[in-house]
Each structure stands twice: as C-alpha cells, then as structure tokens.
C-alpha cells in the first residue's frame, strides 16, 4: 500500500532547547498512528511541522511519494492535512458556523458571505457529529468541552486526507469521546489517515494500529499497537520504571479552613454544605457542566452568584472578585491554563511573581534581583523544566506550564488552593510529579480542592469528594467509600443503596 505521508531525519531547534533530533515517520490510509510521549518530548512540534506552522531546520517531507514544501498553513490545506491543535484556534467573538468556514466563505451574486449556505453546511456538519449545536451561536457561549468539539468540526470540514488529533479528547465526556472514536472510525474508512497525540492510554486500546513513541526530540520505537505492552509504553516515555500511578501519602488532616455554605444562581447553582480541612485534599467530581467548576468560580469571586456564603477558619468573609479571594489566601488554577492562568507572551519569571509584586519593592523601588531569586526558587522547588527565567512560557511544555501556574499561587503563601482539572493535557510522567506536589502541599497544612473529570485521579488522590449533578451536591463519599459506580451513579443523579 502507498504511504500517505512520510517525515524523514526531522530536526527542530529553539533557543536553548533540541525539540525534535532526526524524526523518521510515516502515515497509511484508513491507519490511526498513535504518538506519545512526555510533555516537549516533539510531539505537538513535529505535528506543527507537518502543518506549516514550523519550519524544520532539516529533514523532508513527502505526500504521496512526492517531496513537498509546506511554507504555512494554507500550502498544508492545499495538500489535504489539517490538525486540530490542543490549544484552539477559534474566536470567541464570532458564530460558530464563521468559525468552522472562516477564509472558505461562500459569496452570493452580491459579493455578500452566502448565510443560508453558512448555516446549511454547518447544520450538516453539526448532524454528522450529532452535536446539538446551534450554528448561530457566537462561539464564547459554549463550553471548554463544546469549543473542542467545533475545533474539530472545523478540522473535518476541509476533507482532509491526512488528519491530525493532538489530545482531542481533554475536555469531553466519556460519550462525546465515543462519538469522536465513532467519527474517526468513519474517516479511516473513507481513506484518511489519522495522528493520534494523547496521553489517556486507555484511548489508544479503541482505535490506534501503529504506535510510536518519543521522548526527549528522539524517535524511541514504533511498533503495531497490539505488540506493545502498557508497561512497554511507559518505559519508552519515561526512560524509567514508573511503578505506581499515584504516590503514597499519608495525610494529617486538622481543622476545617473554608466553609461553602451557600453559593446560589438561579437556575443553574444550588450548593451547599461544603468544608475543606487544613491538609486534605477535598474532590468535586461529575459531569461537565454539572456545577463543578461553576461553584470553584463563584468562590473565587471570577463568576457572580445572587447568593454566596463562604467562612475561612470559620469567619465569613466577603468574595466579590478574584481580588478579594486571593487577599482571603484562596488561589485558583484554571481548567485552561493558556486562556486564564498564564501570561503566554511573557517570560517565566513575570508569570511567577504577577500575583506578589509588592514583595519585590526595597526602599520604595522594584527589585529585579529580588523577583528572579523568587522565580528561580520556584523553578528549582518544583522542578520546572526551562532554559532561563527568561524562557516566554507559551515555549514551555504543558505539565512544566501547569508548575508555572502553581508557582504564581505558592508565591503568595496561598492557604487554599483550587486545582481545576490540574493533569489535563500533561504526560503520565508529569501527571505524577504533580501529584506529588499535591501531596507535599497537603502536609504544609494547605487545603485543597480537585476538581476532576479522571475518575481514578479522583479515587486516587482525595480524602473525600463531592459529587456534583445538575447544579447539586448529591453525594459526599470518603476514601473508604470510593468507587467509579458510586460516583456515577451521584453524577447521574441515581441514588445509591
């Protein structure tokens, strides 16, 4: 069978960092290709390459036998690849049917943007994806999880040959991820082949026939899926035995350090009864848009409730705005950690320090020295991978970024701190090491709330949870009462006997 794509001796340099060194790899039609790694092992670079937003230092690219030259995205389009990037690449402010067709308008005798062929063809689009969408609705309105899923209707529209996922599936419930799998099932049929880039291996045992592994910009092994173990995997991934998923930890939990007694929005929120305790760690679990993520917000002063109560170390205090939270020692690491939790365009050291700037002023005057001191505290405390205090942080892999974001509430001494889905989007590797920071946290008598969608993380790492369900808390589960049935059944508001 003729090859759809081949990459041969690809090698990508940044300052300071070798990304890619010598890639050799290869696409079939109807073959989904798994690729996996640890965060900035090359994967989303090389990925990047393919689509014309990187230029390899050297190497080739052939489609279709033939060697071709992708100068951008566009020359990438011509040749039938397109990529539904783990960052979205949409606007807020505009439908979703301009976003799906944006530069592919349809104009009428007019000249005019054709709005009956824009609606017509994203319905359809909608339809082949069973997303109940509206095509109309400006794109700000919808969910993390629902933007993903137009991000990759947009990737569908351009009929692509060569498609490619890079964690696709970060934001989206378990049926919208059998939905996906159903779509790229499909595909494979009509001859496209697929690169897969995700770090939920139990993905991979649906739809992957080949697999291969980087690490550190270097090309490790490719294989047929079937022939390589878990353990193979991660080894490959790694570059070492990594024995437990999560680390063992014994915590010792005092007395109760906030209090939610009431967060109220009419017709969306009605939560209550909530306590975390000085070294615990306290899980929010349930499905999307179940009022997880709704009420962390309202704590922290980012949404408006109609009604908020909230006691630390049992005094009430009041939370208008985030301002407000953070003064009352409450930190909060977003679900999206690119769109509201990091200065992208910035350096590592600014991110660090933006939440405590008054601690760098001496006679009156900024001191530089004092905040690089801070930030280089940081980066070796918790191990941030990066070249320099200088390195622009959108360069940085995305666990070493989710350590950037921790380190800007740790730097305020921050009592409380929110982990709002804290390992989406990072390797296994990185997934642990933020779980063991988690833990050291909790033993510096810190109290924390995780609020996850990964059910054995949840099972894994917290003391008691809280499962959400339409807006409510419908059960309160300890450790010894954990299981993934229990919390679904919560989650999907059935009672457990």
Not at 303 to 330: M, N, Y
Not at 379 to 394: C, E, H
Request: hydrophobic residues 40%; proline residues 3%.
């Amino acid at each position: 069978m003729e090859k759809l794509l081949e990459m041969e001796h690809i090698s990508k340099n940044f300052p300071g960092v070798k990304a890619l060194d010598d890639i050799n790899i290869d696409l079939y039609p109807g073959e989904v290709h798994a690729l996996v790694g640890e965060n900035g092992a090359g994967k989303s670079t090389l990925m990047k390459i393919l689509n014309g937003v990187y230029q390899p230092d050297c190497g080739r690219i052939l489609v279709g036998g033939k060697e071709v030259h992708i100068s951008d995205t566009h020359a990438a389009h011509k040749l039938g690849i397109n990529i539904v990037f783990q960052e979205f690449n949409l606007c807020n402010a505009i439908s979703v049917s301009n976003n799906i067709f944006i530069g592919r308008h349809k104009h009428n005798k007019w000249g005019m943007v054709d709005d009956k062929w824009l609606y017509s063809e994203t319905k359809k689009l909608m339809d082949y994806m069973r997303l109940d969408i509206d095509p109309n609705t400006i794109l700000g309105e919808l969910s993390v999880a629902e933007k993903q899923l137009v991000e990759i209707a947009k990737a569908i529209s351009t009929n692509a040959k060569i498609l490619v996922f890079d964690e696709p599936t970060s934001a989206l419930t378990e049926k919208e991820i059998e939905r996906l799998f159903e779509i790229i099932k499909t595909l494979c049929s009509e001859g496209c082949g697929i690169f897969y880039i995700s770090h939920r291996m139990e993905e991979l045992d649906s739809i992957a026939d080949r697999i291969t592994v980087l690490r550190d910009g270097q090309h490790i092994d490719t294989r047929n899926y079937k022939d390589m173990s878990r353990d193979d995997m991660i080894r490959m991934m790694v570059g070492r035995e990594l024995n437990n998923q999560y680390p063992d930890f014994k915590r010792n939990i005092g007395a109760v350090i906030l209090e939610i007694d009431r967060v109220f929005v009419p017709e969306q929120l009605d939560i209550s009864g909530i306590q975390v305790r000085e070294g615990e760690i306290v899980g929010f679990a349930g499905l999307c848009g179940a009022g997880r993520t709704e009420t962390a917000r309202a704590v922290f002063g980012a949404d408006r409730a109609k009604e908020i109560q909230v006691k630390i170390l049992g005094k009430p205090v009041k939370i208008s705005t985030p301002k407000d939270a953070i003064e009352h020692g409450i930190g909060y690491l977003t679900d999206d950690r690119k769109q509201n939790g990091l200065a992208l365009r910035l350096d590592v050291e600014k991110n660090i320090n933006m939440t405590c700037y008054p601690m760098f002023l001496k006679n009156g005057l900024y001191s530089q020295r004092l905040a690089d001191e801070n930030a280089r505290k940081y980066i070796d405390s918790i191990n941030i991978k990066t070249p320099s205090i200088r390195q622009t942080v959108q360069n940085l892999s995305g666990g070493n970024q989710q350590k950037v974001v921790l380190s800007k509430w740790l730097s305020r001494e921050t009592q409380i701190l929110i982990f709002d889905e804290p390992t989406r989007g990072i390797d296994v590797g990185a997934k642990y090491e933020i779980y063991k920071l988690m833990n050291e946290l909790s033993k510096k008598r810190k109290g924390i709330i995780m609020i996850s969608s990964d059910l054995p993380e949840i099972i894994g790492m917290c003391d008691r949870v809280y499962v959400f369900c339409r807006g409510r808390v419908t059960g309160i589960l300890s450790q010894s009462e954990l299981s993934q049935e229990r919390i679904l059944r919560y989650a999907a508001g059935i009672d457990v006997r």
